[in-house]
C-alpha cells in the first residue's frame, strides 16, 4: 500500500510539473521577457520595411533603441508607396541623407504621448525642431494630412502610432 501510494505521488508530480510547462508555454508568452524598442517592435510588426530601411539610411536606428522615451507616428510599408514613384529610392540615397533625417525626424516627438493625450493637442513639436499639427475629424486623428491609423503600441523606451501616409515637413 505504501509502495502504491508513492508511485501515485510519483505520477501526480509529473503530471503537475508537465501542466505547470503547458501553461507556462502557452499563457505567460512575454513572462520574463524584455519589451522591445521602438525600433525592433516596429521590425518585428512586419509592415515597416520601408521605415526600418530609411532609418537605417539616416543613421538612426541607435538614437530610436536609446532610451527616450519617444513618441513616434509610424508610416507603414503601403504609406511609403503613396509617395512619387522614385521617392523613396532617391531619399535613400547617401547624398540624400539630410533630407531623409528631416523627413524621418518631423515623425518623433519627445517623450510617450499616448492617443489620449494626442487627441487633446493641437500640435506637437517634432526632433527636427518644427511643428507638426494635431486634429481630430468626426473621431480619426491627423497628424498634419496623415491618418492615425493604430495606436499606443507599446516599446520599452516610448510609443508608436501608425499612419497611413509620410509626413512630410514643409
Do not use: C, W
Not at 500500500?1 to 508513492?6: E, L, V
Not at 530609411?54 to 508610416?75: C, N, Q, R, S
Not at 499639427?133 to 495606436?151: C, H, K, L, P, W
Amino acid at each position: 500500500m505504501i509502495m502504491k501510494r508513492k508511485h501515485n505521488i510519483s505520477i501526480f508530480t509529473a503530471l503537475a510539473a508537465a501542466l505547470m510547462l503547458l501553461a507556462t508555454d502557452a499563457f505567460g508568452g512575454s513572462y520574463g521577457k524584455k519589451q522591445k524598442d521602438i525600433v525592433d517592435t516596429a521590425v518585428s510588426a512586419g509592415t515597416f520595411n520601408t521605415l526600418a530601411a530609411a532609418l537605417e539610411a539616416g543613421d538612426l536606428i541607435d538614437t530610436l533603441k536609446g532610451d527616450g522615451p519617444y513618441t513616434v507616428f509610424a508610416p507603414t510599408d503601403e504609406a511609403f508607396a503613396k509617395l512619387p514613384d522614385g521617392t523613396v529610392e532617391m531619399l535613400l540615397m547617401p547624398e540624400n541623407k539630410d533630407k531623409l533625417v528631416a523627413i524621418l525626424t518631423y515623425h518623433v516627438v519627445a517623450g510617450k504621448v499616448t492617443a489620449a493625450e494626442v487627441v487633446t493637442m493641437t500640435s506637437a513639436p517634432t526632433a527636427n525642431g518644427s511643428d507638426v499639427a494635431i486634429r481630430v475629424v468626426d473621431e480619426t486623428v491627423f497628424i498634419n494630412d496623415s491618418r492615425v491609423v493604430a495606436t499606443d503600441i507599446s516599446a520599452s523606451n516610448g510609443i508608436i502610432h501608425v499612419v497611413d501616409s509620410v509626413i512630410l515637413p514643409n
